[in-house]
């Protein structure tokens, strides 16, 4: 089942609002209805939510230009998000697409502005109010992406500006750094000043989000010229279809490997590992591999990045994948491996 609706297309980006955001809207003019909430606040929540998508657009319109497939804009509860490939490192692309964002916001404030003054007296005071809750609504939008911190668009543009002088590493490391601190001032003030348990919610969102971009990057930048041929296994211990399971346990306690593709006349026909192995009774252990085993089977190339093939295990949940040359299972990869490249290189990257 698809969990979202498509509303409209611009630039070729497909717009979607997920169910949950669609009950959202519901619920509010529901609160409407029911006058527990004033009309008013529904547009202004409205209003929100187009800015939202607005904003949304100028960043994935610049990123197409630079090249940047978006597969579509998704509209969630908790604001929009751009579906889009990833962002070249290139600190010059990445300031242009965070920044597009924020200048849009204060772009249509100024805009609404002028109208504002232009139009106050003439119309009734009920549109006059609406247009001045559009200007602030974006105001304080392209003003809150503006901080300085991840996962707003203000740390990419901070982490862009510094990497200029350094590397990207470095200067993600810094505006992660720069994040987590007004982070924590946020928190501070939030709980001893203000009393204001919304700014000590946002600022946990940001010290979470200044942490992991700062993860990931370093994960990316430390394995970034490193391919699944690299560290592949080449020496593949496989499995015929009709193994029985007795017989694949005995040489998992031997190879003390976690998983294994299954080959049927050199063709990969399914993947099995201990952990599929271990749920099977006893009893059953003279049932063939082919039984149990996953038939489908996400696959590597020896020239994928291992950035890639990471991103493949962590997003579909599992432990290995085979690499494929022309249809033959050349090596294997494991998470395990990746993890172990890591530690290697973070070491050897601490002594330079
Ligand atoms: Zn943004």
Do not use: C
């Not at 939510?49 to 994935?60: A, R």
């Not at 579906?83 to 916001?105: D, F």
């Not at 304080?140 to 543009?157: E, K, Y």
């Not at 593709?261 to 099995?272: H, S, Y």
């Amino acid at each position: 089942m698809r969990s979202s609706l498509k509303l409209i297309t611009v630039f070729g980006i497909p717009i979607e609002l997920h169910v949950s955001f669609l009950f959202l809207i519901l619920f509010i003019y529901a609160m409407v209805f029911l006058n527990f909430i004033q009309l008013q606040l529904a547009v202004l929540i409205t209003l929100l939510f187009v800015t939202v998508v607005i904003h949304e657009l100028s960043h994935s319109y610049v990123a197409q230009r630079y090249g940047v497939a978006i597969e579509r804009i998704i509209l969630l509860p908790i604001g929009g998000v751009s579906q889009m490939e990833k962002v070249p490192k290139n600190p010059v692309q990445e300031l242009w697409i965070s920044i597009a964002g924020p200048v849009t916001n204060f772009v249509i404030a100024a805009v609404f502005y002028l109208i504002l003054v232009a139009v106050q007296g003439i119309i009734p005071l009920v549109y006059s109010a609406f247009i001045y809750d559009f200007v602030l609504v974006n105001v304080v939008l392209g003003g809150f992406n503006m901080l300085p911190a991840f996962p707003m668009d203000g740390g990419r543009i901070l982490r862009s500006i510094l990497a200029n002088r350094m590397n990207y590493l470095r200067a993600t490391k810094l505006s992660a750094s720069i994040g987590k601190q007004l982070a924590i001032i946020m928190a501070i003030v939030g709980l001893l000043i203000l009393f204001n348990p919304f700014l000590v919610l946002v600022a946990l969102f940001i010290y979470i989000g200044a942490d992991q971009e700062y993860k990931s990057t370093v994960i990316s930048s430390l394995l970034e010229d490193v391919f699944v041929k690299d560290i592949m296994t080449k020496e593949v211990k496989i499995f015929h279809p009709y193994t029985t399971i007795d017989d694949a346990l005995k040489t998992m306690y031997q190879k003390r490997h976690m998983g294994y593709p299954v080959l049927d006349e050199g063709k990969l026909v399914g993947i099995v590992t201990f952990h599929d192995i271990s749920q099977i009774p006893d009893t059953k252990r003279n049932i063939n591999i082919k039984e149990i085993m996953t038939e489908k089977v996400i696959t590597s190339t020896p020239n994928e990045g291992v950035v890639d093939a990471l991103n493949k295990i962590t997003v579909n949940n599992i432990g290995r994948l085979p690499v494929m040359e022309d249809e033959k299972l050349v090596g294997i990869i494991s998470k395990t491996d990746i993890m172990r490249v890591l530690e290697i290189l973070s070491q050897k990257n601490q002594k330079m």
